[in-house]
């Protein structure tokens, strides 16, 4: 059974239709990528995927169950790292925070932070406010603080679209390597092509302005690249040229 | 040496005024009774400084900051309690809307009047009007920090399952304690400011009334050097507010370079 199933997921926004009835699904593992212009409504899908948003039309099931509210299965990491983390609190704070809203016994807390840290690499820096670290830095510990949730689907919105180029490619390594590691389930929106190719097992690809006739899911397209990846190799790859040309071109580009 | 003379230059200008008035009031004002020189001030600040009655500076000074403070934490304890109440619950602000935008704009020394009816001369009528000062700008800003509470924190607590009750806790009211400390400056300097000034008017106790008391009694010099040490006061006071405002700023997470910004 899949982990998420979207099923004629529809959105309205202000009397706009943001998506057009969407159904797709999401299997455990699995690593997909939603790619599409600013305005397409990638952000709604996965604000709705997590229960930030309720649909008009249709539903999102969540292992056969209705999602009607956020959950701690759902970790959503936020594109505004900066605004997303609780200044007041040290880097483990932050991470913390995870643990004491799922209530987890006190006694496993610190071996758990400690742990959490240990997979993004930032052990070092535990006992800063993250006003005293950079941006990447900074989206690493919101990273954490998600992981700590030990939840079953990763939501990620442009984690990485804030950040300067060294920093995303660096980031972009780190992530595939937690997911492979931990077999995580993610959903990850980019308007980036390169990164969501790079990245995902599937892209899916959304179009502005849908209709009846012209539905949101553009195209979906499944990257048969093996992973381990890297950059060099993956960028020279003739799939990942052959990909990036069909997205281009149902971009609307073409 | 060029070290020390940038130290000295923010004295020029005081000194200046200073020595000007000494000698119009020495020279040209010479037969005034309503007027004393700078140094006469200065003197009769000396002998308040050592006098240990009841008119003694520091008995006087205490009456009225123990005044302003008392009456700043009644006041701005229920204006803080009430806020708090009206930025977390919308209904509760759209029903009391009428009452706060018609009872704000009270002036809280035209209270003087009825509070002295009802408490009669002394501590607990200053108390009252302080109280009543102070209430209105901590409801209004606690009010306003509890809304603007940045909204994807709020998201932030939604997805990691937060209940009401944490995220009041854990996430709105630490988001809102910079902007509670500058609501308490502005306070703290409004207690002050109405606690001499209904000294002054009703209250025979305290700075503004031994102020007044100088002045009724022709001796200038005495007023003037309260008057002197009211502003040395004010400054103290703003100064030890405006630390414990950057302090807050820092301690919650902004970042030590934008410091200034809250300064203003």
């Known amino acids: ?203 899916i690809a959304l179009r502005t302005n849908p209709t009846p006739q012209r539905p949101s899911v553009a195209a979906m397209i499944d990257v048969p690249i093996a992973h381990p990846r890297d950059h060099l190799g993956v960028k020279e790859h003739p799939e990942f040229l052959r990909l990036r040309r069909e997205l281009y071109h149902y971009l609307g580009h073409g | 040496m060029a070290d020390m003379l940038s130290r000295l230059r923010p004295w020029v200008f005081p000194v200046l005024v200073l020595s000007l008035l000494e000698w119009y009031v020495r020279s040209v004002a010479d037969s005034s009774d309503a007027l004393a020189t700078p140094l006469q001030a200065a003197r009769a600040w000396w002998d308040l400084l050592w006098l240990s009655s009841d008119e003694g500076l520091w008995r006087v000074t205490g009456f009225t900051l123990g005044t302003a403070a008392l009456g700043l934490g009644m006041g701005a304890g229920c204006g803080l309690l009430l806020g708090l109440l009206l930025g977390l619950s919308p209904r509760a602000a759209r029903m009391s809307f009428l009452t706060v935008e018609v009872l704000r704009p009270i002036p809280s020394v035209a209270l003087i009047p009825l509070a002295m009816l009802v408490f009669g001369f002394g501590v607990r009528m200053e108390l009252s009007v302080v109280a009543f000062a102070t209430f209105w700008p901590m409801l209004i800003l606690t009010q306003a920090a509890a809304r603007q509470v940045e909204p994807r924190l709020l998201e932030v607590s939604a997805a990691l399952g937060l209940t009401a009750w944490q995220r009041t806790w854990w996430i709105v009211l630490p988001a809102m304690v910079p902007r509670l400390f500058v609501a308490l400056r502005l306070g703290v300097a409004v207690a002050l400011v109405v606690a001499v000034t209904v000294e002054i008017a009703a209250n025979p106790n305290g700075m503004g009334y031994a102020m007044m008391i100088a002045q009724q009694s022709m001796e200038p010099a005495r007023m003037l050097a309260w008057l002197f040490w009211i502003g040395v006061v004010g400054m103290v006071i703003n100064v030890v507010t405006l630390r414990a405002q950057q302090w807050a700023h820092v301690r919650m997470g902004g970042s030590v370079t934008d410091t200034h910004r809250v300064s203003a």
């Not at chain 1, 987890?104 to 758990?112: G, I, L, N, T």
Request: charged share 20%.
């Open chain 1, 1 to 203: 059974m899949a982990l998420l199933s979207f099923e004629g997921l529809g959105i309205h926004l202000g009397g706009r239709e943001i998506l057009s009835p969407t159904s797709f699904e999401v299997a455990r593992g699995e690593f997909v990528c939603i790619i599409g212009p600013s305005g397409c409504g990638k952000t709604t899908l996965l604000r709705a995927a997590a229960g930030l948003v309720q649909p008009s039309a249709g539903a999102i099931f969540r292992q056969g169950n209705k999602v009607l509210r956020p959950s701690r299965e759902v970790a959503f990491v936020f594109q505004d790292y900066t605004r997303a983390l609780l200044p007041w609190r040290t880097v483990q704070g932050n991470v913390m925070l995870a643990l004491e809203a799922a209530q987890v016994p006190v006694a496993q807390r610190a071996a758990r932070v400690q742990q959490v840290l240990k997979t993004v690499n930032l052990q070092a820096h535990q006992h800063k406010f993250p006003a005293q670290l950079s941006g990447g830095m900074q989206q690493r510990v919101q990273i954490a603080r998600c992981l700590a949730q030990s939840p079953d689907v990763l939501m990620m919105d442009e984690p990485f679209g804030a950040l300067d180029a060294m920093t995303r490619e660096a980031l972009q390594d780190e992530l595939a390597r937690l997911v492979r590691e931990q077999g995580l389930t993610v959903l990850f929106v980019t308007h980036d092509l390169e990164e969501a190719i790079y990245l995902g097992d599937r892209v």
